[in-house]
C-alpha cells in the first residue's frame, strides 16, 4: 500500500446488522468526514431508506448509521486527490480487501450493492457469506447516477422522484428474491 493512502474503514457500531450497504469506495466527503456515505449520497441513502422501510427495513433506525455501510474497497479516490473516483478491480480483488468485506458482511442477512463497483466486489464473495442473505443490486445513489434516470413527468423535486424509482426497484427485487 502506498504511504499516503487514505483509508476510511466501516463503523462497526452499527445497530442493526441484517441489512448492510455497499458502495464503491469513500470519496472526498468521507476523507473529510471520517464516516461512510456522506454528502449528497448519504443524504439520498437517507432518503431511500424511508422508501424501503415498509417492506425491507422492519427495524426502528434513527439514521442510516444504525445500519452496517461499506464500500468495495476503503481506499479513498476523488479526481483531486488520484485522478480516480473508484477502485480497480484488481484493488477489489486483493485477499485482504475481500477478506475485510467477508467479516464486515458476516451477519448480513440483506445486503444492497449500490452500484458496479460493489456488485463486482460481492460476487467476489457471495459463495462466502451467511446461507441465503439476499443480494439486490442497485445503481449508485450518486447525482451523475441518478440523474440518468428518465422521469415520466415534470416535477419540482426530480432527486426525491428518482429516489422513489431507485427504492421500488430495490423492493420489487427483493420480493423476487
Known amino acids: 500500500m502506498v504511504e499516503d493512502q487514505k483509508i476510511v474503514n466501516c463503523d462497526d457500531k452499527a445497530r442493526i446488522k441484517r441489512i448492510a450497504f455497499v458502495f464503491s469506495c469513500p470519496g472526498q466527503e468521507e476523507e473529510k468526514t471520517k464516516k461512510l456515505v456522506s454528502g449528497m449520497t448519504g443524504c439520498n441513502l437517507e432518503k ?34 488520484n485522478n480516480r473516483t473508484e477502485p480497480l478491480n484488481s484493488k477489489i480483488k486483493e485477499v ?41 443490486h442497485s445503481r449508485h445513489l450518486g447525482l451523475m447516477s441518478l440523474n440518468q434516470i428518465e422521469l415520466e413527468r415534470e416535477i419540482t423535486n426530480k432527486t ?18
Open 48 to 81: 431511500l431508506l424511508k422508501n424501503i422501510k415498509d417492506e425491507i427495513i422492519k427495524e426502528d433506525f434513527k439514521d442510516r448509521y444504525d445500519f452496517t455501510i461499506t464500500n468495495s474497497h476503503n481506499e479513498v479516490h476523488y479526481k483531486a486527490l
Open 96 to 136: 485482504k480487501n475481500l477478506e475485510r468485506l467477508i467479516n464486515e458482511l458476516k451477519e448480513a442477512e440483506i445486503i444492497i450493492c449500490f452500484g458496479k463497483k460493489s456488485k463486482y466486489a460481492l460476487s467476489q464473495i457471495k459463495n462466502q457469506l451467511k446461507e441465503n442473505t439476499k443480494v439486490l
Open 160 to 177: 426525491d422522484e428518482r429516489i422513489k424509482i431507485v427504492a421500488q426497484k430495490i423492493i420489487d427485487d427483493y420480493k423476487q428474491k
